[in-house]
């Protein structure tokens, strides 16, 4: 696999992931992670940028580098805006052991093979993914 396929199917990987956090998680997960999500938006724009998540992680006591805060940023900013957008939060703030278990797998499934053919094709993927931004 060379380094453009790689990066293709990271993104892909992330963002069926982040479809898959906005579309399965439970009402009461949502609401909370909103919460938290308008709380730490300072400047009400719906986004969190560095310097938001910065103050975040100073608060919990946690002091993050500028590396590591670049790393966050490009595994998370699924866009690559440079801010993490309310769907990119909730896929990354979302427990993936509760989230990657068989039924919400197979309900995340179903969702994608729009055709019942028991297969997904790319263009399933582009409508569903067209359709989340």
Do not use: C, P, W
């Amino acid at each position: 696999m060379n380094l453009k396929e790689f990066r293709a199917h990271e993104v892909l990987k992330q963002a069926t992931y982040a479809y898959m956090a906005s579309q399965l998680v439970s009402k009461t997960e949502r609401e909370e992670l909103g919460n938290m999500f308008r709380s730490e938006d300072k400047n009400g724009d719906g986004h969190l940028d560095k310097e938001e998540l910065l103050v975040v992680f100073k608060r919990m006591g946690y002091v993050m580098t500028d590396k590591e805060l670049n790393e966050l940023f490009e595994h998370v900013d699924i866009d690559g805006s440079g801010k993490i957008a309310y769907s990119e939060f909730i896929a990354a703030a979302v427990d993936s052991q509760s989230m990657l278990t068989d039924q919400k797998l197979k309900k995340a499934f179903h969702i994608f093979d729009k055709d019942k053919t028991g297969f997904i094709e790319a263009g399933e993927i582009h409508l569903i993914l067209d359709g989340a931004t």
